[in-house]
């Protein structure tokens, strides 16, 4: 299969504000050459603690930011980086599902009005009762039944599960290729987080979504994303399948990611896991030459702290950037650091 999206060399600097006149120009270093592709039915998780820049990846690629330099591709055309018709047709297949339910729905409108609105601009809709039947069919497919029930609330009388639903049925109202998906459902209760990651499983499935799931709990998506990417201060450090990343983790941060990470029944129970602390993510002003992980690292070598390992290939579709591997060197066994 063709990758639907594929972003390469992505970088984001944000200008900081200078305050002081002629003290040299300062910026938060975001993203730093981060690539990836996404394909239809196929869904890649996006792992790193919060300050990683998965949020940030996620944003370049829906155009919300621009990137500071790097390419994306969109059904393997170049994407321009100009605004007015064509990023709003770009806009309409590449879809953003965000954290929170409760600030992503307009207060004083009632649910007919949210998924009514995206099916009128992009006129899939002729008539009042077609329009009706469409946004009912739309609370069906997000599992809102009867969805009569639900059609005249406002969203203060919904649960933050429900809000949820109603987010990701008006994403599916323009008829998306590509989810993105941020934390969609770390802001809501335990209990009903498996039931909202297993819709979106299931849309992507049916629909044959490209869909990025973005997470800081590499338990999680070992569950749901069939391929993984692991993000550390503004940079991807290791990829591969899931099973691949989550059995044999080869970056030093990939493990300690690990380490924490609750087994898998108990993420099938909807508990998700928290970052232990051991060392902070590092300022992206002015990140750690090399290296970034190099501060945290137990294995840190001299050249670490000198410059960014290039991407070492370990075969089966696995890679990583780390000087125990190699550096850029095709090393399909990676035995230095033994698997966890
Ligand atoms: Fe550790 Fe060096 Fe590998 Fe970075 S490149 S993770 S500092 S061993």
Redesign the pocket.
């Known amino acids: 299969k063709q990758p639907v999206l594929e972003a390469e060399h992505l970088r984001k600097d944000f200008p900081l504000r200078q305050f002081r006149l002629f003290s040299a120009p300062q910026a938060v270093h975001a993203v730093d050459d981060a690539s990836l592709a996404l394909y239809p039915g196929r869904a890649l998780a996006l792992v790193g603690e919060s300050g990683s820049g998965k949020t940030t990846v996620a944003r370049m690629l829906a155009r919300l930011y621009d990137p500071t330099s790097g390419t994306l591709r969109f059904r393997g055309e170049p994407v321009k980086l100009a605004g007015g018709a064509a990023l709003r047709e770009y806009r309409r297949h590449i879809q953003l599902i965000f954290q929170d339910p409760f600030g992503s729905l307009n207060p004083v409108h009632n649910v007919h009005y949210h998924l009514s609105r995206p099916l009128r601009i992009y006129k899939h809709v002729r008539t009042a009762a077609e329009e009706r039947e469409q946004v009912l069919a739309l609370l069906r497919r997000v599992s809102l039944t009867p969805a009569e029930q639900f059609i005249e609330k406002y969203p203060h009388q919904l649960s933050g599960g429900q809000r949820q639903r109603i987010a990701i049925a008006r994403t599916l109202a323009v008829q998306p290729e590509v989810l993105l998906a941020d934390e969609p459902v770390s802001m809501l209760d335990v209990s009903i987080r498996l039931d909202i990651l297993n819709l979106l499983l299931r849309l992507k499935d049916e629909e044959q979504l490209a869909f990025l799931f973005i997470t800081h709990d590499i338990a999680s998506a070992r569950y749901f994303a069939e391929d993984t990417v692991v993000m550390y201060a503004g940079q991807m450090v290791e990829g591969g399948s899931s099973e691949e990343i989550t059995q044999r983790p080869k ?3 990939t493990q300690l990611l690990l380490s924490a990470a609750p087994d898998p029944d108990r993420v099938k129970a909807g508990h998700l896991a928290t970052i232990p602390e051991r060392g902070e993510i590092p300022s992206l002003i002015n990140p750690p030459k090399g ?1 970034r ?2 501060p945290r ?1 137990p ?3 001299p050249v ?1 702290r000198e410059r960014f ?1 290039k991407k070492t290939d370990l075969g089966a579709g696995h890679w990583t950037n ?3 591997y190699g550096d850029g060197g095709v090393n399909p066994t990676g035995t230095q650091v033994a698997d966890q």
Do not use: A
């Open positions: 970056h030093p941060y290296c992980f190099h690292c294995h840190v070598m670490c390992p780390c000087f125990l």
